[in-house]
C-alpha cells in the first residue's frame, strides 16, 4: 500500500545508497590497516548522511554530515596517531563463531520485522502518534517553521538538557583521561626555545596526518 | 508476496548493516576495529529509527505554506485516519491549538532522538578511544589478546613472587 | 624544512575558517526554520577550530583558544541550559516551561523563542566546548610516530 506507487527513483536512490554502506562496512571488516578503516568509516557516516536527506530526515543527516563524518574521523584519527596503524591479522577459526552468532540475530531481527508496519505507512502506530501531534500542534505552540526544533528545544528540553550533560561529562571524561592538552604546548615552546631558528613548524601529530 | 518483500526490504538491509557492525565488534581483536564496528552498528541503529519514522510522500517535517498561515482550519488533507487523536486533543485544549495538515510530513520524532544520539554517540565514541589510549600506554598494544596474555603473565608472576614471599617467611 | 608544500593548504584555510565560522553561526540562528541547531552548528564551529589546528600546528590552535578556555565554554554552555530552566521555575512556571519566562497564554510565542534560542545557544557553547576538549586531549599526547608502521 504504501510503496505501491512512490517513484522508482526513490527506490533506486535507496538501493544504491544501503548498498553502498553495505560494501563499505564489508570493507572495514576486512581491512587490517586502521587509517584506510577511519577513512572508510567516515565515508559510511557520509554515505548514511546522503540517505538521511533522502528519507527526509534533513536535520539528522546534517548532523551525521557534520559529527559522524567530520568530529568522529579527526577523534579516531587522533587515537590511531597515538596507538598503532595496522590491527593484527584474525584467525580464520575464531571468526567463525561470531560469524555464526550475527547470523543468527540477523535472521532473528528479520522474523521480528514481519509483525513491523510497512515502511512508510502513515498510519502505522509510530507515526500516528506523539510525532504527528508534534507536526500538528508545534506551530500554535511555539511558531517555529522546523518542527525538529521545537521538539528538540521545548517539547523534549529535560532530553536534549540531559544529552548536553552527557557531552559535556565525556569531554571531562576525556580530559582527565588524557590530560587537558597543555602539556604539549609547554613541550614545544620549550623546543622552540632550544632551536631558535626553526621555530615554525614542529611535526606534530597532526600536520603528519595531513600529509598522509 | 512481492509487496510484502518491498515494503519491508528497508528494515532487512539496515538489519544487515547492524550484523556488519556487530560482527566486527565481536571478531576484530583490535581495540580501535572494534570501536569503529560499535560506531557502525550506533549509526544502523539510527537509520532503523529514521526508517520507521517514513512516511510515504512525505517531505522534511518542516511546516510549508498553507500550514504555518492560521491556528486552524486550512486543508483537509488526510486527517480521516487521526480523527481519534483529533478528538482527544480539541477535548484537553478547547478545540484552538490543533492544526489540520495540508501536507504530509515525515515523523520528526526519531529525527530528534536520532540527533541527539549521534552527537552522544561521538562523545562517548572518543571516551572509549582514549581508554584505549591509556590502555596502548600501560601495555604497549591494543590487540584484546596480547593485553589478555600479558594480564595473565603478571598474574603468575605476582602469584609466584607471592609464594616466594611465604616460602621465606616460613623458613 | 617541508613547509613549504603546505603553502596553498595555509593560504585556503585562512580564507576557509571564517566562512566555516559564519555558516556555524548561520546554521545556529537559522535553525528555527531551516535544517540546523545548536549540536550542529557546535561542531562546525568546533570544527574550524581543528582544521586551524591541524594546519598551523596544535600549540598556536591553543594560543588562540587554549584548553581553559574550551572546558569553560562547556561548562558554560550546560549552566545555561540549566539557567533557563531555572528562569522558568522563578517566573513561577515549571522547570524548563519556557511559556512562563514571560507569563504567557497559550499561543504566546515570545518565551518560546527566547527560550530555545538560550538553549539552543547553550548546546553551542557546550558541543564545541566538549569537542574542542576532545580534540585537544587526544592532540596534546605526545606520540611517538615510527615512520615504518605507515
Keep these: 500500500m504504501a510503496m505501491s506507487e512512490p517513484d522508482i527513483g526513490m527506490a533506486l536512490v535507496n538501493i544504491v545508497l544501503l548498498g553502498l554502506l553495505f560494501v563499505v562496512g564489508i570493507a572495514i571488516a576486512r581491512l587490517r590497516s586502521l587509517f584506510a578503516i577511519v577513512m572508510l568509516s567516515g565515508i559510511y557516516s557520509l554515505v548514511s548522511a546522503v540517505w538521511y536527506v533522502a528519507v527526509d530526515a534533513v536535520d539528522v543527516g546534517f548532523t551525521e554530515a557534520a559529527v559522524g563524518a567530520g568530529m568522529s574521523t579527526a577523534v579516531l584519527l587522533g587515537a590511531m596517531l597515538l596507538t598503532s596503524r595496522t590491527a593484527k591479522p584474525e584467525k580464520s577459526l575464531r571468526q567463525l563463531g561470531p560469524l555464526l552468532v550475527c547470523i543468527a540475530t540477523g535472521i532473528m531481527l528479520i522474523y521480528a520485522t514481519v509483525d513491523l508496519p510497512a515502511v512508510g505507512d502513515p498510519n502505522s502506530p509510530a507515526n500516528t502518534g506523539v510525532g504527528l501531534t508534534y507536526l500538528r500542534v508545534a506551530w500554535f505552540d511555539t511558531g517555529i517553521e522546523n518542527v525538529v526544533t521545537p521538539v528538540l528545544g521545548s517539547y523534549r528540553g529535560f532530553d536534549t538538557l540531559g ?50 | 508476496m512481492l509487496l510484502f518483500i518491498l515494503e519491508r526490504a528497508n528494515y532487512w538491509a539496515v538489519i544487515g548493516l547492524m550484523m556488519i557492525g556487530l560482527y566486527i565488534t565481536f571478531a576484530s581483536g583490535n581495540l580501535i576495529k572494534r570501536l569503529v564496528g560499535l560506531s557502525l552498528f550506533q549509526t544502523s541503529i539510527c537509520l532503523f ?41 480539541t477535548a484537553a485544549s478547547g478545540g484552538d491549538r490543533v492544526a489540520d ?24 565514541l572518543s571516551v572509549g578511544l582514549a581508554l584505549i589510549v591509556r590502555i596502548r600506554e600501560a601495555y604497549g598494544t591494543i590487540e584484546a589478546d596480547e593485553v589478555r596474555e600479558i594480564d595473565m603473565q603478571t598474574a603468575i608472576a605476582q602469584e609466584a613472587e607471592q609464594e616466594a614471599a611465604e616460602k621465606e617467611a616460613l623458613a | 624544512m617541508k613547509s613549504d608544500h603546505h603553502v596553498i593548504l595555509r593560504v585556503i584555510t585562512k580564507v576557509l575558517i571564517p566562512v566555516i565560522v559564519l555558516y556555524g553561526l548561520y546554521v545556529q540562528f537559522h535553525g528555527d526554520f531551516g535544517p540546523g541547531g545548536g549540536f550542529q552548528a557546535g561542531v562546525i564551529l568546533a570544527v574550524a577550530v581543528i582544521l586551524y589546528a591541524l594546519v598551523f600546528g596544535v600549540p598556536s590552535a591553543m594560543r588562540a583558544v587554549p584548553p581553559a578556555f574550551t572546558r569553560s565554554l562547556a561548562a558554560v554552555g550546560v549552566l545555561l541550559y540549566a539557567g533557563v530552566g531555572f528562569w522558568a521555575l522563578l517566573q513561577g512556571g515549571q522547570y524548563l516551561e519556557y511559556q512562563a519566562l514571560f507569563q504567557e497564554e497559550p499561543g504566546g510565542h515570545h518565551g518560546q523563542h527566547v527560550g530555545i534560542i538560550l538553549i539552543e545557544l547553550g548546546v553551542l557553547f557546550g558541543v564545541s566546548g566538549a569537542m574542542l576538549t576532545i580534540f585537544y586531549a587526544f592532540a596534546g599526547r605526545v606520540a611517538e610516530i615510527r615512520d615504518e608502521d605507515w
Design chain 2, 49 to 89: 529509527y529514521v526508517t520507521l519514522g517514513i512516511v510515504a510522500g512525505g517531505t522534511a517535517p518542516i511546516l510549508m505554506d498553507p500550514d504555518t498561515s492560521g491556528g486552524h482550519g486550512g486543508g483537509h488533507g488526510e486527517e480521516a485516519p487521526h480523527a481519534a487523536i483529533d478528538a482527544v486533543l
Design chain 2, 101 to 124: 495538515l495540508v501536507h504530509t510530513y515525515s515523523n520528526p520524532l526519531p529525527h530528534v532522538l536520532m540527533l541527539t544520539a549521534i552527537v552522544v554517540g561521538v562523545a562517548t
Design chain 1, 163 to 212: 544529552e548536553t550533560t552527557v557531552v559535556f561529562v565525556a569531554g571531562i571524561a576525556v580530559a582527565l583521561l588524557l590530560g587537558f592538552g597543555e602539556r604539549s604546548l609547554a613541550e614545544t615552546i620549550r623546543n622552540e626555545d632550544k632551536s631558535l631558528p626553526k621555530a615554525t613548524t614542529k611535526p606534530d601529530p597532526e600536520n603528519e596526518e595531513t600529509d598522509a
